[in-house]
């Protein structure tokens, strides 16, 4: 029998006329928990990987870590259909049918993204088989490019966490997969953990206060709050329309700007995405090594002073940014912006009622059409006497609600007229004063904080009143936000970055992100969640 070689080992042997040996193939190797959505795409070009490979490779992790072992309990439902769907798309690429920049790559979505195949819970046993009617449009937008839906997420129950971050009725309580006795932040954080445990290579989450990027800073993970009105909040659970936005989290800026390319679009069926219609970017061509040189970058000094790690490596990235050609400033914010949740407050309070009870009524029955009558369900027995009752403070805050004067609040009318618009006036004039490209602080003034059945954590040192506050500016505003890690503690515990600046600004921001990110490359993935067999290709 003739020994028969492959076309690659016969190049890689092959001489040329001359007699000179031919360099050999260059070997690729793909390794699951550090491929990025391009890497992915390439070894599937290559025929290296197929959808379906992917897909089988995140539900064996799956099983390991969420449903086993470490026991993360990031996902509430996974799709029945995700290795057909993944099927259908190998085919489609194999008769040379790409859908978009993510076919065939799997991704992971908060449980109050409207999924017309699965329930969309929002965390409430209450809701916990309510299938709406039609897919929210960022989710349309995902699959029509390429995008699997491969599960839903946990999430503070109802997107509000009130001293349970990461628990709901239905989901339980999600952990940290870099320390099960610390949180994955709230109230994205199903999405967070599963997406730093390499459950899926993109998540989403949705960032009413800092919601996306504290699960994303606390796991290590980009995130992203996008200027209001850049996505379309349509068919997402609400919690107050007046500054909730969706937004990607992912391992990378790279996939980060990806993600947000396919779910940034104009939807007639949210009105304040309409002055959006005129931004048409491509944010990954922003992805700019150099992007710092000759910035100017303010460095909020308010939210310091929380915990001594967190403020030793923020001064590490200031370092970092001025060695990359960038002019760091320190910046004071006027006394007007020390409380600002003093501004959300009444939003927070008289938004949710009227919106959330708009939300139900799209459901069909027998799920509840008012809040008083959701309050109602989660109080039955067999949910109040279960394992994962409603979070009693969480509960606490929907009775309260029940009884508050709604969009017609005086207060609630004069935060949107008056003090939203000056927040937004200060914080363009403290930029405008030092001619400033952005502002930067720690996403977090400490880090992750432990879960809440731990009575007491000697390890946990945080000073600041309320950790997550720099995140607020961005909701007040309206303005855009991207996380990104900066360095572990001595624990191993992941810390963010925040850069902020004007409205639309997602291009300038992803740029400084970008250029930050790979100077310091310094991502290493949960100890607690290894690679396992099959999960590294070398093509």
């Given amino acids: 029998m003739r020994n028969w070689k492959s076309v690659a080992q016969i190049a890689a042997t092959a001489t040329t006329a001359f007699g000179i040996m031919a360099a050999p193939a260059l070997a690729e190797t793909f390794e699951l928990q550090s491929a990025t959505v391009p890497e992915i795409q390439a070894a599937m070009e290559a025929g290296a990987l197929t959808a379906e490979d992917l897909v089988q490779l995140y539900l064996n992790r799956i099983e390991a870590y969420d449903d086993q072992g470490p026991a993360i309990n990031a996902l509430i439902t996974i799709n029945p259909n995700a290795l057909a769907e993944a099927i259908a798309l190998d085919e489609a690429r194999a008769e040379g049918k790409i859908l978009g920049p993510l076919h065939g790559i799997p991704i992971i979505l908060k449980d109050n993204y409207d999924t017309a195949d699965m329930p969309t819970s929002a965390g409430s046993d209450v809701l916990a088989t309510a299938i709406p009617p039609d897919d929210a449009f960022v989710v349309q937008q995902f699959r029509e490019a390429g995008a699997i839906i491969l599960g839903k997420a946990n999430m503070s129950e109802f997107a509000a966490s009130y001293g349970r971050l990461g628990y709901s009725s239905l989901g339980g309580l999600t952990l940290n997969p870099y320390n099960l006795g610390r949180d994955a932040s709230g109230s994205s954080s199903g999405t967070a953990a ?3 445990a390499s459950f899926a290579v993109l998540g989403t989450g949705t960032d009413t206060a800092g919601s996306v990027r504290g699960p994303a800073a606390v796991t290590g993970l980009v995130g992203i709050k996008p200027t209001l ?13 007046s500054f909730d936005m969706a937004g990607p989290m992912a391992r990378t800026v790279t996939d980060a700007a ?7 679009a104009p939807d007639p069926a949210d009105s304040r995405t309409a002055e959006s219609a005129a931004v048409d970017v491509k944010y990954s061509e922003f992805l700019d090594a150099d992007a710092l040189a000759g910035a100017q970058i303010g460095l909020v000094t308010d939210f310091l002073g929380g915990n001594p790690e967190v403020d030793a490596l923020t001064e590490a990235a200031i370092a970092q940014l001025e060695a990359l050609g960038a002019t760091v400033i320190l910046v004071d914010l006027p006394a007007a912006l020390e409380s600002p949740w003093s501004y959300m407050g009444p939003v927070w309070e008289n938004e949710f009622k009227p919106q959330i009870e708009a939300y139900l009524s799209t459901l069909p029955e027998p799920f509840p059409k008012s809040l008083e009558a959701l309050v109602t369900a989660s109080m039955a027995p067999d949910i109040a006497d279960s394992d994962t009752p409603v979070n009693p403070a969480r509960l606490e805050s929907l009775q309260d609600m029940v009884e508050t004067t709604g969009l017609a609040d005086i207060e609630l009318l004069y935060t949107l007229s008056n003090q939203l618009p000056m927040v937004r006036q200060i914080l363009l004039s403290v930029m405008a004063d030092d001619d400033l490209d952005a502002l930067v602080y720690p996403t977090m003034a400490c880090p992750a904080s432990p879960i809440y059945t731990v009575d007491e954590d000697p390890t946990y040192v945080c000073e600041a009143g309320d950790p997550y506050s720099a995140g607020y500016l961005a909701n007040l505003s309206g303005f855009p936000d991207i996380t990104l890690p900066m ?3 001595e624990a191993g515990l992941p810390v963010g970055l925040s850069f902020m600046a004007e409205a639309y600004s997602e291009p300038k921001l992803i740029g400084f992100a970008y250029a930050y990110e790979q100077a310091i490359q310094i991502r290493p993935s949960p100890a607690l969640t290894p690679p396992l067999p099959g999960e590294e290709i070398t093509y």
């Avoid at 379309?232 to 107050?240: A, E, F, Q, T, Y």
């Fill in 229 to 241: 009105g850049l996505v379309s909040r349509d068919g997402i659970v609400p919690l107050n329309l």
């Fill in 487 to 489: 360095g572990f503690t």
């Fill in 194 to 196: 599963a997406i730093a």
């Fill in 258 to 264: 990806i993600a947000l390319e396919v779910m940034a």
